[in-house]
């Protein structure tokens, strides 16, 4: 038999939120994993070069970057107008590379230090003047794997 | 006597916390793939050691060279960047056994039976210091496209598929065909005063 409600006032029932910890903790761990967290502040500035034939870079933890191009605003006053290189978090010089490549390389397990990459990071605009210098510093370091960094190429 | 019952947990502040975590994430997330050109430098030569010519013959030497006003010199031909895919494919191959191009030989390779290719062809690319580093990068993606170009083609006529898709076996036989030989040479200063 249909009951006649009245005036009863209808109570919205709660919503059950006992799987939105879940579904948050699964975007969670998503960017924990895609996330790379260690990135450089640039000191220079520099836009890649383009090119078709790029490849990806498989193992970042054997990748070290070399930063080329001018100094940011805030390092001009300091540094001037000319290009400058970067490695890590400082500015550096042609003849501190090959100490930093090995430092770095030492600082890796054995078995890998055979795959370290060196990836130039270069502004387009650099002379090449620069970058002989620092393919020199690198062969001289036996950091014979290297990548100029380029971004893909849209059009002519 | 009666089971004491265990109060809930209270997990409404959970997604709270794990909210927190989730945008704290998000905004330091950086997805970039670096991604570039990946080339192979010469071992270095020993300072006690003299550098010395490597005797080459004229006809398997590719020369490319790159002026401080990044205009391009192939083969003494003044060129565009356009062109200069096609002559370094024309190069590698030279598919009409051209007696000025590189000399073909003809080998029994195991997996590819008898093989006909430019075992000694070199390609040297020089530069001056004032060359633009985009210029310069745009003549090794050129050099890198043409290779690439007929390594495809080679296996595309060979097993019926691109390079990429290739096993490991079978990209090694490709590259034996047609190896990657860009030789930078050591820097110097081209025509500058200085």
Known sequence: MAKIRRNEKKEMPALNTSSLPDIIFMLLFFFMTVTSMKEVSYKVRFTVPQATELTKMEKKSLVRYIYVGTPTDEFRKQYGAETRIQLDDAFAEVAEIENYIVNERSAMSESDQGQMTVSIKADANTRMGVIADIKQALRRAYALKINYAASQRTSY | MAKKKVPALNASSMADISFLLLIFFLVTTSMDVSQGLARRLPAPVPPDQKVEDTDINKRNLFVVKINSMNQLLVQGQEMNIKQLREKAKEFIANPNDDPNLPKL??????????????????????????????????????????????????????????????????????????????????????????
């Open chain 2, 105 to 194: 030989y003809t080998e029994n390779i195991e997996g590819l039976g008898e093989v006909t290719y430019t075992r000694e062809h070199v390609i040297s690319v020089q530069n001056d210091v004032d060359t633009q580093y985009q210029a310069y990068l745009d003549v090794q993606n050129e050099l890198v496209a043409a290779y690439n170009e007929l390594r495809n083609e080679y296996a595309q006529a060979k097993f019926h598929k691109p390079f990429v898709e290739l096993d490991e076996e079978q990209q090694k036989l490709v590259q034996k065909v047609y190896p990657q030989k860009i030789s930078e040479a050591e820097p110097k200063n081209y025509g500058g005063n200085k």
